[in-house]
């Protein structure tokens, strides 16, 4: 029964830390349908109306709209429904890619500018553009100004316009996913460290967790300060970059760890060498960067190489690792990795060959279905081995427990023994008290084996009232018991009265005769000198004994 109760504990917690999950990921889905449509009805897209002018001729368009870049000329669209009704609300787009440029009237509104931070192309597509329409307006012209196209044309995105609060509002909305999973991320690493923490207390060490919970919380930090709502409203836009350059840096690192945590990949000195070299790019990198030899976004190159080739290496390790020893644990591993592998090598594609600006949201997909993977992999892992653990903690309970009374059994009353003489000096004495049922052996023959063995949990609970709370209690044989009291308070003569009193009490309303016979020894002699635990046992044995003959006498008379 207890073997069953401890099981549906363990159970129990493993249901819970699923749950912990599954009902953050929901309220987080609560929270943001909860917002989504508060920011559509107080914003309105400001697509027609658009003009520019081409050779002098005026050509009208409706956004979004992709215009081919004639000399690499700038390009410049009009429009001239801005009025009195607009006035205090806030315009905005995509285009920092382009240095655009908002305008009205002349007035420049909004003017991407490179800061300390030097962005790529991609970076700076993300960015959200945002010009404020002065109050004081009551008729003007907007203009937006594109310089530097890419690939030889302009991708002209939607323009919208509202309150400042809804445009706000909105950028958030569109960030809103991204924002979640990194809160996701974070919450799981605290909840990944926490279960790490709670193995440990358990005695069940697992490092992947702890692994783990790095590699979420490295991921929550990057997704975060690499989102374009936090780039666009951070008042240090440069430090926010900054720590996301070193995030991705840093990204592997706990990928490698975990890997080497499989199988026998922990002999495998190259993982050892992935990892240092992960640190040394980060390291490198941010000296060029600091001594303005090289910015971050020139060396990205050297981050994406590194990442691609130890992630796919490992992929690799763990393929071999799998095919010496093809196990669930191994192959659900090997398929994460390959994943992210395989994620990060389409993003790096879109990244440098095609230049879309959407190649983080292809390797973000990528580390969800790599973390669910292997965070599912390790519940499994832990649910086995809180099994396990729970068999043999029951498994070592029959060892040293009595099935029938629950008490300890001889092998920890010998070991107890064996021990003693290491820790002997701590106390000013201990008591032995070896014990024996009488006349056991009539009461089997007399009133069947039940009746002798109701008899024999009757005694172990006598004995365990009366010194149970003193000491410690042992079942030694068939009808042989024995209890260690550790600085006895009470004399011999007190010790033996509490045995009686429970004797009495049992013996009131119970159809057989219970009678137990004693022998005490204490460890240190009448001067205070230790005895041998032979000679400790023996004289405990010897008195025992001699008490049973006294009680036999008394019992013919």
């Known amino acids: 029964m207890k073997h069953n109760q401890r099981k549906r504990n363990e159970s129990i917690e493993i249901l819970l830390f699923i749950m912990v999950l599954a009902v953050f990921a929901a309220v987080l889905g609560i929270m943001a349908l909860g917002e989504k449509w508060q920011p559509v009805n107080e914003i309105r897209q400001l697509s ?90 009551r008729k003007g012209t907007l203009t937006l100004t594109y310089s530097t196209p890419q690939q030889g044309k302009y991708k002209i995105s939607e323009v919208f316009i509202g309150s400042g609060s809804a445009v ?48 979420l919380l490295i991921c929550g930090i990057w997704l975060i300060t690499d989102s374009s709502v936090v780039q666009t409203y951070s008042s240090h836009p440069d430090m926010v970059c900054t720590i996301s350059f070193y995030m991705f840096m840093m990204l592997a690192i706990p990928m490698l760890h975990f890997a080497q945590k499989i199988g026998k990949l922990k002999n495998e000195r190259i993982l050892d060498l992935g990892i240092v070299m992960f640190y040394v790019n980060a390291f490198i990198q941010g000296l060029l960067n600091y001594f303005d030899i090289f910015e971050f976004v020139d060396m990205l190159f050297v981050t994406h190489l590194l990442l691609w080739m130890w992630v796919l290496l490992s992929t690799f390790l763990l393929w071999k690792e799998y095919k010496k020893n093809p196990q669930r644990d191994v192959r659900i591993v090997m398929i994460a990795y390959s994943i992210v592998s395989a994620s990060g090598i389409l993003a790096l594609l879109l990244y440098w060959l095609f230049k879309i600006s959407y190649y983080g949201a292809i390797f973000e997909l990528g ?89 024999v949990v009757a005694a172990a609970r ?96």
């Open 48 to 137: 027609s109306g658009w003009y520019y002018f081409d050779d002098g001729r005026r050509t009208e368009i409706t956004l979004p709209k992709e215009i081919k870049a004639e000399n690499e000329k700038p390009l410049i669209l009009y429009n001239d429904n801005i009025n009195s009704f607009n006035a205090g609300m806030v315009v905005t787009t995509k285009g920092a890619e382009y240095d655009l440029k908002i305008s009205l009237n002349g007035e420049v509104l909004y003017e991407y500018q490179d800061s300390a931070f030097v962005r790529n192309a991609q970076m700076k597509s993300k960015l959200d553009c945002d010009g404020e329409i002065p109050t004081d307006i």
């Open 168 to 215: 706000t509002a909105c950028h958030v909305w569109d960030s809103a996913l991204i924002i979640g999973i990194a809160a996701c991320f974070i919450v799981l690493s605290v909840i990944s460290l926490l279960t790490a923490v709670y193995l440990r207390c358990r005695q069940m060490t697992d490092n992947r967790f702890r692994d783990v919970a790095l590699f």
């Open 367 to 455: 580390i969800l279905l790599f973390l669910i993977l292997i965070i599912a992999n390790m519940v499994i892992s832990l649910a086995g081995k809180v099994r396990y653990r729970t068999e043999m903690q029951a498994y070592e309970r029959l060892v040293r427990e009595d099935w029938m009374t629950g008490m300890q059994n001889r092998e920890p009353f010998e070991n107890m023994i064996a021990e003693l003489p290491k820790t002997v000096n701590q106390y000013k004495d201990v008591l032995l008290i070896l014990m024996d049922i009488n006349h056991l052996r009539r009461i089997n023959n007399d009133c069947g084996r039940v009746a002798g063995d109701e008899v």
């Open 462 to 557: 006598c004995i365990e009232n009366a010194f149970g709370s003193l000491g410690k209690c042992y079942r030694t044989g068939g009808d042989e018991f024995a209890a260690v009291v550790y600085d006895p308070d009470m004399d011999k003569a007190a010790l033996s009265e509490r045995l009686d009193k429970e004797i009495r009490n049992y013996n009131r309303n119970s159809r057989y005769r219970l009678s137990i016979a004693r022998g005490f020894s204490s460890i240190r002699d009448e001067k205070g000198n230790i005895k041998t635990t032979g000679e400790w046992k023996y004289e405990a044995d010897t008195n025992m004994y001699q008490n049973k003959a006294e009680e036999g006498k008394a019992h013919e008379l």
